[in-house]
């Protein structure tokens, strides 16, 4: 989603209509989670570690490890 649709889509939460409103705030919770998982995968990627990545999302390292670690292609931990 470029950034022009995740901005209406942000926008769309004020929708008088309570429904339209909340449906927009789930698709907008699905793409911040989204993008949180890209930025986790590429600041990894660059070695980052675990005790960084938690504090840039302001959680506990085992708490982004536990929701971002998953396991390697070999069933290793990554």
Known sequence: ???DAFTALAAATDDP???HGLEAVAAVRTEV???EAVLVRRARNEGASWARIAA???VS???AHK?????GLLGGRS
């Open 1 to 3: 989603m470029d950034d």
């Open 17 to 19: 209509d309570p429904f």
């Open 33 to 35: 989670e989204r993008r």
């Open 56 to 58: 840039a999302l302001g």
């Open 61 to 63: 390292k085992q708490a």
């Open 67 to 71: 929701k971002h670690g998953g396991r």
